[in-house]
């Protein structure tokens, strides 16, 4: 998945973190390095890859010049920057490494980036790609075509507020939960515990029920369209049409709990290795 979530990336059951930077995707060096030399301990890995990068420097290569100190979520949970390559940059990297996983890590990565320029010629296969991803996960058909639109009213509204010159990170983060406090009484935050997901890369909306999913789209649809009428610049503004927004999704929910007399926001959830949805 390409979401602002999709920051782990998955090789023979060994995850890699990854940001989008510069308009490519960015891996964590440390974590391809811990793969390679088959390193558990990323204490370890991190030395190997420290030592491996003296001896590029000593013999001039470039490869670790173009690598950048991009913040990525640690073990602990929090954001540290870590030293990140691009695809061009990884391959060269794994020519440094002797390792029996060199080469299928090579054809997994060229692969990897193949995927990419094509789903940048074709959205479409980056939708199909999503849509595999939560088949196999066990989602409902139903399920899965609205999130998939979700997604779609999500990447709309973000890239409105990237023309309006709000910050990618921390930002988005804040508008996202003045959208969410104002729908459903909660912050995104706030609602993961509520749902009981205590993981720090789970993402809450793969944990949603139908109505939960609708809401949020409501929430994020009304603020990219109250964004653009009232022509919103900058984060304050931004902020503003935000919580608008969200006041819509917000009395559309009231107004269908007090005819259903039933409760939109719920505890129910997809776990991994747990029951779906029903």
């Given at each position: 998945?390409?979401?602002?979530?999709?920051?782990?990336?998955?090789?023979?059951?060994?995850?890699?973190?990854?940001?989008?930077?510069?308009?490519?995707?960015?891996?964590?060096?440390?974590?391809?390095?811990?793969?390679?030399?088959?390193?558990?301990?990323?204490?370890?890995?991190?030395?190997?890859?420290?030592?491996?990068?003296?001896?590029?420097?000593?013999?001039?290569?470039?490869?670790?010049?173009?690598?950048?100190?991009?913040?990525?979520?640690?073990?602990?949970?929090?954001?540290?920057?870590?030293?990140?390559?691009?695809?061009?940059?990884?391959?060269?990297?794994?020519?440094?490494?002797?390792?029996?996983?060199?080469?299928?890590?090579?054809?997994?990565?060229?692969?990897?980036?193949?995927?990419?320029?094509?789903?940048?010629?074709?959205?479409?296969?980056?939708?199909?790609?999503?849509?595999?991803?939560?088949?196999?996960k066990g989602y409902p058909?139903?399920?899965?075509?609205?999130?998939?639109?979700?997604?779609?009213?999500?990447?709309?509204?973000?890239?409105?507020?990237?023309?309006?010159?709000?910050?990618?990170?921390?930002?988005f983060a804040i508008l996202?939960?003045?959208?969410?406090?104002?729908?459903?009484?909660?912050?995104?935050?706030?609602?993961?515990?509520?749902?009981?997901?205590?993981?720090?890369?789970?993402?809450?909306?793969?944990?949603?029920?139908?109505?939960?999913?609708?809401?949020?789209?409501?929430?994020?649809?009304?603020?990219?369209?109250?964004?653009?009428?009232?022509?919103?610049?900058?984060?304050?503004?931004?902020?503003?049409?935000?919580?608008?927004?969200?006041?819509?999704?917000?009395?559309?929910?009231?107004?269908?709990?007090?005819?259903?007399?039933?409760?939109?926001?719920?505890?129910?959830?997809?776990?991994?290795?747990?029951?779906?949805?029903?």
């Open positions: 998945m390409v979401e602002e979530n999709n920051k782990l990336i998955v090789f023979e059951d060994k995850k890699i973190r990854r940001i989008w930077h510069n308009e490519e995707w960015y891996f964590s060096v440390v974590d391809v390095t811990a793969i390679l030399t088959n390193q558990p301990d990323p204490l370890k890995a991190r030395k190997y890859w420290n030592k491996l990068s003296q001896r590029l420097n000593e013999e001039g290569s470039e490869v670790v010049t173009n690598c950048h100190r991009l913040k990525l979520p640690a073990p602990d949970g929090k954001l540290r920057e870590t030293d990140c390559a691009n695809i061009k940059s990884l391959f060269r990297i794994i020519q440094s490494i002797p390792s029996p996983k060199a080469e299928p890590f090579k054809q997994w990565l060229a692969q990897l980036g193949k995927d990419r320029i094509d789903e940048i010629e074709n959205p479409e296969l980056a939708q199909d790609r999503v849509k595999k991803y939560y088949e196999l058909k139903d399920w899965i075509d609205k999130r998939l639109r979700g997604i779609a009213i999500r990447q709309e509204l973000t890239e409105e507020w990237n023309s309006r010159e709000v910050k990618e990170g921390k930002e996202t939960n003045e959208i969410s406090k104002a729908t459903f009484g909660k912050t995104v935050g706030e609602y993961k515990n509520h749902k009981g997901l205590t993981k720090r890369n789970q993402n809450l909306r793969d944990h949603m029920t139908d109505l939960e999913l609708i809401f949020t789209m409501l929430g994020e649809k009304a603020t990219t369209e109250i964004t653009e009428a009232n022509n919103s610049q900058g984060f304050n503004e931004c902020r503003h049409s935000a919580k608008k927004g969200g006041n819509i999704a917000k009395n559309a929910r009231v107004e269908l709990e007090e005819e259903t007399k039933k409760k939109v926001v719920s505890k129910l959830n997809y776990m991994d290795n747990e029951k779906r949805i029903e």
